[in-house]
């Protein structure tokens, strides 16, 4: 294994580098009395201010243009073909620019997904083209109000009409992007019979459904920061044809599948950018902190918690260098069939950093005293997202029984 910055990954930093200065810092400049005060951050609705939203579009379609924003898709999608190895490397340099309008450079829940690349290609046009240049944005709608990890709590229905067509109905909750998103993405039960078997993805825009009153749009679920994307919608009566089927009938577990361990394997760049963030700041309020006529970073207890950091940071990072070197050879990433080896370093990827990053930001915030507990600082939103980062994708229990389930328990 070799744990260097990957050759053709050089191009694509540098590329991520620029865009922060030329698209993501002047807008950053522009709408910090948004960005950095949470009574600007949401509109009078609770949702994400129309001017941030904005913001977010331009970038994620600049990022496009510049080959960035899609990178880890397939080539013949308008992607780059990196490897969840290579992307690691990409990942990180987005992040480390910290929580910003930065994350808008790749593509996450609400852009691209690996979903994209179970679509035929008389779908290219209709639901993969405009994602994949940054031109629309899409929502993932799997979990309902009394449903998540387990499929078969799920109720959101399809039923085929004697027409051949589809009726969807049902009820999704805590979707990201819901109010915003122009392509749904959404996970219905199709054969309750059929085991694994009787999933299905159906795909379709947002707008016309709305408009017919067959999409309605629910509460919003502020979330521990108030990011104001995260909502409800309530399918009544949707009716689709076999052109909005994602993949084929009753293969969506498996598609959810390779997205959920997308999303898992994710966490590796993620978390190592944001943690060489919080790293970076503990170690300049350290310094620049005068106690008593010392810096506070000469007191010892200070250093072993900055030291705890380092460390949860430098072995995390290569325990996912390392799972995502293995899941690339022979790769693909995308690939629906693992063995329990996989999934287990996989699960066990997204536990560790997800509780590393954790550690890391209690004590930054712990570091960073009184200043770290303001709600608009940037250490704060970040305890707060680490917080968070344990319960979507799989919580820390699912992972630990999944380990373990592997294991043969």
């Keep these: 294994m070799d744990f260097s910055t990957p050759n053709r990954v050089l191009p694509v930093l540098e590329t991520i580098d620029r865009l922060y200065e030329t698209e993501v810092r002047p807008r950053e400049e522009a709408l910090a009395h948004r960005l950095d005060d949470s009574r600007n951050y949401l509109d009078a609705d609770g949702h994400l ?43 990180e340099r987005v992040y480390r620019y910290g929580v910003g309008l930065n994350p808008a450079l790749l593509s996450w829940t609400e852009g691209a997904t690996p979903r994209l690349i179970f679509c035929s290609p008389q779908q290219r046009e209709r639901f993969v083209d405009p994602l ?76 016309p459904a709305k408009a017919a009153g067959t999409m309605r749009l629910g509460k919003t679920f502020q979330t521990m920061w108030g990011d104001g994307i995260t909502g409800e919608f309530v399918l009544d009566g949707l009716v689709l044809t076999d052109e909005n089927v994602l993949g084929e009938v009753g293969g969506a577990f498996e598609i959810s599948m390779t997205s959920i361990n997308w999303t898992r394997m994710r966490r590796a760049g993620m978390c190592s950018g944001w943690g060489t963030f919080l790293i970076e700041a503990t170690l300049e309020r350290a310094k620049s902190r005068i106690v008593g006529g010392k810096p506070l970073g000469s007191n010892q207890g200070i250093q072993w918690l900055i030291a705890d950091m380092w460390n949860d940071w430098f072995t995390t990072r290569a325990m996912s260098l390392a799972v995502t070197w293995e899941v690339d050879n022979p ?79």
């Design 331 to 409: 790769g693909p990433w995308w690939k629906t069939e693992r063995s329990k080896d996989e999934v287990r370093k996989i699960c066990a990827l997204k536990l560790q950093n997800d509780e590393a990053f954790y550690r890391i930001a209690d004590r930054a915030v712990q570091v960073h005293g009184a200043a770290g507990m303001m709600r608009d600082s940037a250490v704060n939103k970040l305890f707060l997202i680490a917080r968070n980062l344990r319960v979507p994708g799989g919580s820390d229990e699912v992972q630990r029984s999944t380990i373990a389930q592997t294991l043969g328990l």
């Design 132 to 207: 994949v240049s940054g031109r629309a944005t899409s929502l993932h709608g799997v979990t309902e109000p009394q449903a998540g990890s387990n499929f078969f709590d799920f109720t959101t229905r399809a039923e085929r009409r004697p027409d051949g067509t589809w009726e969807l109905n049902g009820h999704k909750a805590f979707i990201t992007n819901v109010f915003e998103a122009d392509i749904a993405h959404v996970l219905c039960v199709t054969d309750s019979a059929a085991g694994k078997r009787g999933f299905t993805y159906f795909q379709f825009e947002t707008a």
């Design 49 to 91: 201010h129309p001017e941030l939203w904005q913001a977010r579009r331009e970038i994620m379609s600049a990022a496009a243009d510049a080959g960035v924003y899609s990178c880890y898709l397939p080539e013949s999608l308008g992607g780059l073909g990196l490897g969840r190895h290579e992307m690691v490397f990409v990942e």
